[in-house]
């Protein structure tokens, strides 16, 4: 899958898309946070972070139970 982040997320992280393997929108989380702490060790941002943001797919808001497949195009963006 790809995922893209946007708004102050992506500024924050320095990441503006990362392609992955993931079964659920939850097995993204922990990818995003390695991938930020990769990016800059030193980041403010926090699991709690990645957990708040908005999370989309094909324009709708979905939640962590959501299935994703192959293909699919995941947008994070903070909740603010």
């Not at 939850?26 to 957990?51: C, H, R």
């Not at 979905?62 to 293909?71: A, F, L, Q, S």
Request: glycine share 8%; hydrophobic share 40%; net charge positive.
């Amino acid at each position: 899958i790809t995922v893209k982040l946007f708004g102050t997320f992506r500024l924050d992280s320095g990441i503006k898309e990362l392609q992955m393997e993931a079964k659920t929108v939850k097995d993204i989380y922990p990818v995003v946070m390695e991938e930020v702490l990769k990016k800059n060790p030193n980041t403010t941002l926090s699991m709690a972070d990645v957990k708040g943001c908005i999370v989309s797919i094909d324009g709708k808001q979905v939640g962590v139970r959501t299935k994703v497949k192959d293909g699919d195009v995941v947008f994070f963006r903070f909740n603010v």
